[in-house]
């Protein structure tokens, strides 16, 4: 039972990073690479804003941000300056290497002893397990509540319609380039923000 628990546990904090990665595969029908500098990216703020005492809840809310940067960054590579997707992936998780080791100030950063969301949960007297189990549900339920709130938008409309048929959605008035950069952004949020969960 303890193994399908902590299945459990982990695989509802892994599901907010396939979210992300289903919104640039499978919705804008991009292959975004981005995703592997963006993951560590949303750890290592994340991380490296609780050792210097932020909030956990805040520095899991920069690392969001600093996910949604990445995903500007490469949204912009791809729109403006009109590189291929995949080489694009390849250009932002290349220079996020840097970023990583940059923002982490070292090539590691121990959080033992540290105050993360789950120690706070664990705090409460829920066990360490049901601490990862709650705060999946939560944010799981949280990103698929705001994702089906933007997708019921104009918004949502012309995101999906800029990743089924992008010459249609130009001719109806889309702009499917800041589509495809808020796309991105989405993306890399989310993905950011698994890593800071996991963390």
Known sequence: MTLILSSLSQGLLWS?????????FRIL??????AE???PLGAAICAT??????NPLLATLM????GLLAGLISGLIHTKLKIPALLTGIVTLTGLYSINLKVLGKANVALLGQKTLV???YDLGFTKLAAVIILGVLVTLIVILLLTLLMKT???LALRSTGDNIPMSASNGIDTDKMKILGYMISNGLIALCGALLS
């Open 63 to 66: 690392a969001f941000g600093g």
């Open 154 to 156: 104009q918004i949502g």
């Open 29 to 34: 029908d991009i292959a975004d690479l981005t």
């Open 49 to 54: 804003g609780i050792v210097s005492g932020v």
């Open 16 to 24: 907010v990073m396939a979210i992300g990665v289903y919104i640039t």
């Open 119 to 121: 120690t706070q949960l």
């Open 37 to 39: 500098g963006s993951y």
